[in-house]
């Protein structure tokens, strides 16, 4: 079973307007992180976002907003004011356990493609 | 300015040829890891290492072997290439202190075996 879920291949927004990236997640650990990293079509992927399971309130960078609902299991990435700049694949990803020296799950992508 | 930097960003090998894939990076990270991204199927872990000379194997590591002798430096080798090899490879690298650290990633070295 997958443990991140992205369940979006393809996304479309018109400039300027919000836009929400779905993610559901499958852990029993207490203790877990979420993450939002983008990928450009140059390739680096660039880390925007991250959610611990502890944090009282949702992560906020920027442009870039985590809905996060622990009871339903969802990580949601909310991006406002969308720009052209934001055409990009986008993945989840979450860290289990508590521990230092973690190894993070990514989901399969979505396709983000802001329309001007 | 932080950075991992990947040796090759587009190579062309043949079947059974051994291919080096090489990562360094400059931020004295500890964890070092090595994906690889095919669409559709996100990113999948081949090998991780948590310090220097040591290893462990992620989800695909068949196919694969790595090398880490120095901090900076984590390769990815692949011993005879195959066709079904042909994808993108990338490094990322953290730092082993604090649970929320994110991975810092390479741009990429996209493989074709012909």
């Known amino acids: 079973a997958q443990k991140i879920t992205q369940t979006q291949p393809g996304m479309f927004v018109q400039e300027k307007e919000a836009v929400t990236l779905d993610c559901t997640y499958d852990t029993s650990d207490p203790s877990y992180g979420l993450f939002w990293y983008k990928q450009p079509s140059s390739g680096e992927m660039i880390f925007l976002i991250y959610?611990?399971?502890?944090?009282?309130q949702n992560a906020t960078e920027g442009r870039y907003s985590l809905n996060f609902q622990k009871a339903r299991k969802s990580a949601n990435l909310v991006i406002s004011a969308s720009q052209l700049g934001d055409s990009a694949m986008y993945f989840c990803a979450m860290r289990e356990g508590g521990g230092g020296s973690y190894i993070p799950t990514f989901g399969r992508g979505t396709s983000l493609i802001v329309h001007p | 300015d932080v950075k991992v930097t990947q040796s090759s960003r587009y190579l062309v090998k043949r079947t059974g040829e051994k291919v080096f894939l090489e990562c360094v990076q400059d931020?004295?990270?500890?964890?070092m890891f090595w994906y690889r991204q095919d669409p559709g199927l996100g990113l999948r872990l081949i090998y991780f290492?948590?310090?220097?000379?040591?290893?462990e194997k992620g989800d695909i590591p068949e196919g694969y072997s790595v090398s880490r002798e120095k901090k900076e430096r984590f390769s990815l080798i692949l011993e005879s290439a195959s066709t079904n090899q042909t994808s993108m490879y990338l490094c990322?690298?953290?730092?082993?202190?604090?649970?929320?650290?994110?991975?810092?990633f390479g741009e990429g070295s996209r493989l074709t075996v012909l």
């Open positions: 290492s948590y310090d220097v000379k040591m290893k």
């Open positions: 990322a690298s953290r730092r082993d202190r604090g649970v929320s650290g994110e991975l810092f």
């Open positions: 959610q611990g399971s502890y944090d009282q």
């Open positions: 931020m004295d990270h500890e964890n």
